[in-house]
C-alpha cells in the first residue's frame, strides 16, 4: 500500500475555499486516488477520486500533480457541515480494501 | 443510491458474552464487504474482508476465532463479537463496495460497542 502524508489538522472560514494537500510518492502507476472523509460518529463518506485527470464533482474537484506523487482536494467554498477529518488513500483499481491513514482534521470556522 | 445500513448504531454488552453486528446494502449487491475498527481519535483499521459465499479474509493480528464473519448473501454480512472484553469496546464500521454503480466504498454509520 502507498504510504500517504497528509497534514494532521486544517482551519478554513465559511464560504471560503480550502485546498487539502496530500503527498503519495509510492504510489504506483495503476493506484487511484480516493478522498474519503468522517464526520464526528459516523462512518466514512466518499468524496471523489481520480486517476491522472483532475476531477470533479458536486462535492468537491481533485487535482492530480502531473507525476501523481501529491494530489489536493479542493472545497469550493466552505461550510460548517464540511467539518470533518479527510483521508486520502491510494488504492489499486482491482484492489478491494481501503487503508486509512491519519488523514487531516478540518477545523471550519463560522 | 448505494446505501449500507449499519445495525445496531450502539450496544452494551457484558464480558463474556457475544454481540453480533450487521451490515445490509440496501440498493444494490455487495460481492465484498469490509470491517474496520476505530478507537478513540484513531483512523480505522481494516479487520477483515468478507467475500459472499466464501470465508473472509483476515488482517494480521485479527483473530478470526473472535471475531467471526459471515457473508451468507450478497446483501448482508455479519460480524460477531465472540466472548466480548472491555478492550474489544470500539466503534465497529463496515464497508461494501459500490463502485461499479459509480459510488465508491459506501460505509455504514458504524456501531459503537461497549463492554462492561
Known amino acids: 500500500d502507498a504510504k500517504t502524508t497528509q497534514p494532521n489538522s486544517m482551519e478554513s472560514n465559511e464560504e471560503e475555499p480550502v485546498h487539502l494537500p496530500c503527498n503519495h510518492s509510492t504510489i504506483s502507476g495503476t493506484d487511484y486516488i480516493h478522498w474519503y472523509r468522517q464526520l464526528p460518529s459516523q462512518g466514512p463518506e466518499y468524496v471523489i477520486h481520480g486517476l491522472t485527470s483532475n476531477v470533479n464533482n458536486r462535492m468537491a474537484s481533485l487535482a492530480i500533480a502531473e507525476d501523481r506523487k501529491s494530489s489536493t482536494l479542493i472545497l469550493h467554498r466552505a461550510t460548517l457541515r464540511d467539518a470533518a477529518v479527510y483521508y486520502c488513500i491510494p488504492a489499486q483499481g482491482g484492489s478491494e480494501k481501503l487503508v486509512f491513514g491519519k488523514g487531516t482534521k478540518l477545523t471550519v470556522n463560522p | 443510491g448505494a446505501v449500507v445500513s449499519q445495525h445496531p448504531s450502539w450496544v452494551i454488552c457484558k464480558s463474556g458474552t457475544s454481540v453480533k453486528i450487521e451490515c445490509r446494502s440496501l440498493d444494490f449487491q455487495a460481492t465484498t464487504m469490509f470491517w474496520y475498527r476505530q478507537f478513540p481519535k484513531q483512523s480505522l483499521m481494516l479487520m477483515a474482508t468478507?467475500?459472499?459465499?466464501?470465508?473472509?479474509?483476515?488482517e494480521q493480528g485479527v483473530e478470526k476465532d473472535k471475531f467471526l464473519i459471515n457473508h451468507a448473501s450478497l446483501t448482508l454480512s455479519t460480524l460477531t463479537v465472540t466472548s466480548a472484553h472491555p478492550e474489544d469496546s470500539s466503534f465497529y464500521i463496515c464497508?461494501?463496495?459500490?463502485?461499479?454503480?459509480?459510488?465508491?466504498?459506501?460505509f455504514g454509520s458504524g456501531t459503537r460497542l461497549t463492554v462492561v
Open positions: 464497508s461494501a463496495d459500490a463502485r461499479q454503480g459509480g459510488y465508491g466504498y459506501t
Open positions: 468478507s467475500n459472499e459465499g466464501s470465508k473472509a479474509t483476515y
